[in-house]
């Protein structure tokens, strides 16, 4: 058996493990949730999405990285979306600034058509609109269909307090970022196919400036990044920069769900320091490497740990409610 299909098959073993080990609270959730109560919301939620990436296509990267903001913090709970009137909430932390607001339009606009069907009002969580938005950018992106396990109910609180330390950073090591996933119970293929988000998306320069200037001394450059990489975006981000700007992700298809992020960053050209340390050991360059030569393998593999992910902390029964505004706790 060759080193690819050797990989291919200890992947596709993984892959199993991954499927038949539900996460705490998974056994609650499932693929028909919603078959009596609102049996068109997948229909209703993709419908709405389409409709928003149709006239943004930040809504893609927006949505998807709401998801991920909002999972690891308190679980999927759609406490992400909470507003408070003394900006004391999730989204006000200095680490979820940064959420572009498209994400949390697509929920609440999805939430909006639900609610307008009769039977559906009232029935439906943000929590699960978010989970469904997200897969329905992946799909309309090119990326995989999946079904979305359903059931989730929404969150009451929502802290400033309890985002700090909680999520990885643009400047996070591998070994920084296999502690904060395992925290959550996910493993180092999980972490490896959820990068692979960032085939979508934009970061503004500063998230990436220090490796392209004063990296170990004035003028130096994070030996990492492909130099001609390097100086590229040193022209597209000079050091005094205007804020606004951002640059792709995935400068090859940055508006395609694909596996271009792995072959970039077999070349160097990991725009974040947390994307390309996933090629600086020798376990994580053979998922890379197996993910960047084959797109269905890191399809397969990707949905499942987003399977996983949207497990995390999931509230049912008495535990949440279901919204009647994504953005307020009900009063009744």
Known sequence: MDTNNFI?????????????????????????????????????????VKKKLQE?????????????????????????????????????????????GD???TVIRAKTAVERVPGCKHKVSCAD??????????VLSG???YGVELGRKDGKTSTKASVEGHLPLARFNYKQLRKMFASHGLSQVDLIALSGAHTLGFSHCSQFSKRIYNYKSKSSIDPKLEQGFAKELQKQCPRDVDPRIVIPLDPTSPFRFDNSFYKNLQQG??????????????????VVNAFAANTTLFERVFVAAITRLGRLGVKTGNQGEIRHDCRVVNND
């Open 8 to 48: 291919i098959f200890v992947l596709s073993t993984i892959l199993i493990v991954l499927i038949i080990s539900p996460n705490h609270c998974s056994a609650q959730l499932k693929h028909n949730y919603y078959s009596n109560s609102c049996p068109n919301v997948e229909t209703i939620v993709r419908n709405a």
């Open 56 to 100: 943004t296509i930040v809504t893609a990267p927006a949505t998807l990285r709401l998801f991920f903001h909002d999972c690891f913090i308190k679980g999927c709970d759609a406490s992400v979306i909470l507003a408070s009137p003394s900006g004391n909430a999730e989204k006000d932390s200095e680490d979820d600034l940064s959420l572009a």
């Open 103 to 105: 994400g949390f339009d």
């Open 129 to 138: 609109i978010l989970a469904l938005a997200t897969r329905d950018v992946i």
């Open 143 to 145: 990326g995989p269909n």
């Open 269 to 286: 050209k990991g725009l974040l320091a947390s994307d390309q340390a996933l090629y600086t050991t020798r376990k994580s360059k053979r």
